[in-house]
């Protein structure tokens, strides 16, 4: 079953293989200077062509960067409060829910490690 | 007369047909692939009109209204039922095969419905079947979750049935035209969509029933029911403007909820409600491009939404578990999965290039052309608020994220083939939106790609994408954990039996009392009677028979008295 052999990434897909650059030490760091500049650039373009807004504040040269990067924060922190009150363990419903089921029915699907065969 | 078969009959018919076949084998598979294109290609053939007219009890019923409102539902309905058996070509359960046509047929059946009789059988028969792709999964959690659902979609139907035998007794006619809001009628048919579509508070059964749905059947869930309600909505009370602010709520509240969901499809779910949030405004305008935009969206947002689905279905079928806090890291054995699922994540937030992005801008554009400033602001919320779970959460702690130490195969073939046509539409759309533009209501005269656009949204969403990076790192983001979160269906599910039962408890201890009491009057009352009139009691006491002839006597002689007195 899962985790408990060892990896043996030769058999993982090519693709898999790949996207395995994520995990070189520095790879993570790269794609957050990406976003960064990114975010730069998005936010200088703002600067060379004319606005056709509906309102006002759509005028505002980096209005959209401003109102996703504060709105993204706040929903986040709301959640957290939300979290504090609706949150239940997960046989709060007992057994008329599928929430306390500790596995998907087994014979109808097909668990299988990548180098199972 | 009918002239053309409606298309639904082609899908029990095809239901029929498929009972005969071998169960194993692929002409199943193939029959069940078969039916949606050949329906699709029957209708986009037979050009607009109304078909298939028949007369019962004095009622016009119009099983085959093709016009260009319903033609692109039908066609994108046509589209995920292949798209649907395709990713379950696996599965050799009748139960569900079965369901998945009839259900498919009866939400087709319904959008071409000219009239509301007609609509109400299908409107029906989507409830009925669908139920199925719910209990198929064996639990007796999902038996229950599929008795939940079935009496909110019955009820739903019944509400309809009351609203349309009201409306012909106000207006004479069942024609399912557009309506506006004010008689009685009016508001049940009103309700009646609003439940199928998911409105606040009226939103927990497709939470609810969504995640407890097979792999495959929740792909197929997905589609149909709330989109049919977005369509007769589109339909019957296109324009009226409190769809806007229920809208408006629709796409804001879901966030909060996906945001702290560990389910994925549920989160997922959450999502969905957001989206019909965006196709509700758009309806609620009601202007010709805004009604463009909701059904464009509903195109796009079948095949992103399905994409989703699907990936999420795919890990549950190769870990067993769809619960985030149990997932991470997947990408390394099942990166064809991975990328499937940012493409649809990219979609459904609406990244320039890919589908949502050439749909859901049209809603916004009118939205922001006919002023309504806080609506357009909240929807531009409600955009980063999706990038949040559906764009960020779903593939990130699936597949990246902390490493679960699960090394997961690959999903199977047929289940990669059906994400990978799914994703290239998403990006067929985006890419050439001009192709969905084509075949909506009304004529479109709209750029979605202009530099205004295209900066605002990426500006939008690469901060957003930022924020998540600061609060994930800094630990702010709040941790995948195995919990549940109450939602307004704890009313009826919680509240309202516990409130049953203590009044039960309340009314039982009363009668009690109160039987107890009488019971112990009468009780007494025959203890009483008994002592002074039982064997043993003081009336009957064994008086010589000679008393009674001396007081007969005695009774004489008084009456004599009398007489002689008198």
């Known amino acids: 079953m899962a985790g408990s052999r060892k990896d043996d990434p030769d058999k993982f897909p090519p693709l898999g293989q790949k996207m395995m650059w994520l995990e070189k030490p520095g790879s993570v760091a790269k794609v957050v200077i990406g976003l960064v500049l990114a975010c730069a650039l998005v936010v200088l373009a703002d600067f060379f062509y004319e606005k056709h807004g509906h309102f006002a504040e759509e005028e505002v040269e980096g209005f959209f960067a401003m109102f996703g990067f504060v709105m993204f924060t706040l929903l986040v922190l709301a959640a957290r409060g939300l979290r504090v009150l609706v949150g239940e363990r997960e046989d709060y419903y007992g057994k008329k829910a599928i929430d306390q089921e500790e596995s998907y029915p087994e014979d109808q699907i097909e668990i299988k490690d990548y180098d199972d065969d | 007369m009918i002239s053309v078969i409606p298309t639904a009959f082609l899908f029990f018919a095809a239901a029929l047909v498929l009972l005969a076949l071998p169960k194993k084998g692929i002409l199943r598979p193939l029959l069940l692939l078969a039916t949606p294109i050949i329906a699709a290609a029957w209708v986009w053939n037979s050009g607009l009109g109304n078909f298939a007219q028949i007369e019962f009890f004095g009622l016009e019923l119009e099983f085959m209204r093709l016009d260009r409102l319903s033609r692109v539902f039908v066609m994108v309905f046509c589209l995920a039922a292949f798209l649907g058996n395709l990713y379950a070509w696996h599965v050799r359960d009748t139960v569900q095969q079965v369901a998945a046509l009839l259900y498919a047929g009866s939400a087709i059946g319904a959008v071409l419905a000219g009239d509301m009789i007609t609509l109400f059988f299908y409107w029906e028969g989507t409830a009925i079947a669908s139920v199925f792709l719910i209990w198929a999964r064996g639990t007796e959690g999902a038996y229950w979750t599929g008795m939940r659902y079935l009496i909110i979609q019955i009820g739903s139907g019944v509400i309809l049935l009351a609203g349309v035998v009201l409306w012909y007794h106000d207006t004479g006619s069942i024609a399912f035209e557009r309506m506006t809001l004010g008689s009685l009628a009016t508001w049940l048919i009103f309700l009646s969509f609003g439940i199928k579509c998911a409105f606040p508070l009226l939103h927990n059964w497709l939470q609810d029933s969504y995640p407890a749905a097979t792999v495959t059947g929740t792909v197929i869930l997905s589609a149909f029911t709330t989109k049919l309600a977005v369509y007769a909505l589109a339909r019957g009370f296109a324009g009226t403007e409190i769809l806007i602010y229920i809208g408006t709520v ?261 009668y009690g009392g109160i039987l107890t009491f009488l019971t112990n009057r009468v009780n007494n009352t025959m203890n009483r009677l008994y002592r002074s009139h039982g064997p043993e009691g003081r009336m009957a006491r064994n008086w010589p028979t000679g008393a009674m002839v001396l007081s007969i006597a005695l009774l004489l002689g008084a009456t004599l008295l009398v007489n002689f007195a008198g």
């Open chain 2, 250 to 510: 629709m796409t804001l509240f879901p966030i909060f909820f996906a945001e702290i969901e560990n389910d994925l499809r549920r989160v997922l779910a959450y999502s969905l409600n957001n989206q019909l949030g965006f196709m509700v405004v758009g309806i609620g305008i009601g202007t010709e491009m805004a009604l463009n935009g909701t059904a464009s969206h509903a195109f796009a947002h079948i095949l992103y939404k399905a994409l989703l689905f699907m990936s999420v279905g795919a890990v549950l079928f190769r870990t067993g578990t769809s619960k985030a806090s149990e997932l991470g890291g997947l990408y390394r054995t099942m990166p064809l999965t991975a990328t499937f699922c940012l493409v649809g994540a990219a979609s459904i937030s609406a990244f320039p290039l890919f589908s949502g992005f050439v749909t859901k801008s049209l809603i916004l554009d009118q939205a922001a052309g006919a002023h309504y400033e806080l609506v357009w602001l909240a929807l531009v919320f409600a955009s980063a608020g999706v990038l949040s779970h559906s764009g960020i959460k779903i593939p990130f702690f699936t597949f990246f994220a902390h490493d679960s130490g699960k090394r997961p195969a690959e999903a199977p073939t047929h289940m990669l083939w059906a994400m990978g046509i799914t994703a290239f539409l998403c990006i067929f759309i985006g890419v050439f939106p001009d192709t969905l533009y084509a075949i909506l209501p009304y004529d479109v005269d709209y750029a979605p790609y202009t530099v205004g656009h295209v900066v605002g949204q990426l500006q939008l969403l690469l901060f957003a994408l930022l924020a998540f990076v600061v609060v994930y790192r800094t630990g702010i983001h709040p941790p995948e954990v195995r919990q549940i979160n109450l939602d307004f269906d704890w009313t009826y599910r919680k509240a309202a039996p516990s409130v049953i039962r203590v009044v039960a408890a309340f009314v039982a201890h009363v």
